[in-house]
């Protein structure tokens, strides 16, 4: 069993950034994949950035360039850095944990991009 608890989301201006933090109550280091997915109001809940357990990242087309997803196995925690922001990217955002058994959902962190 993990538990995952995503933190750093708030109010910020267009333009601005923001990094988000999920930290994981045990290791991350045989985790198969860890992900930000992120969900608008109305639409369905779709993957933002992945990073696998070797180390490859994905991300979605919005936000190349933009949003770097990376992780700290000491400190079991994934972090989702994000620039650029415009407020398409208003969402709230879920930290994800891929196991070879089981999969783990964070309880969603809000990110509002306006001014």
């Known amino acids: 069993q993990v538990q995952l608890v995503e933190s750093g989301g708030g109010l910020v201006q267009p333009g601005g950034s923001l990094r988000l933090s999920c930290a994981a109550s045990?290791?991350?280091?045989?985790?198969?994949?860890m992900a930000w997915y992120r969900q608008a109001p109305g639409k369905q809940r779709g993957l933002v950035a992945i990073?696998?357990?070797?180390?490859?990242?994905n991300y979605e087309d919005s936000v190349k360039g933009r949003f770097t997803i990376s992780r700290d196995n000491a400190k079991n925690t994934v972090y989702l850095q994000m620039n650029s922001l415009k407020p398409e990217d208003t969402a709230v955002y879920y930290c994800?944990?891929?196991?070879?058994?089981?999969?783990?959902w964070g309880q969603g962190t809000q990110v509002t991009v306006s001014s």
């Open positions: 045990r290791s991350i280091s045989t985790s198969n994949a």
């Open positions: 990073i696998t357990r070797a180390g490859s990242t």
């Open positions: 994800y944990l891929r196991t070879p058994a089981y999969t783990y």
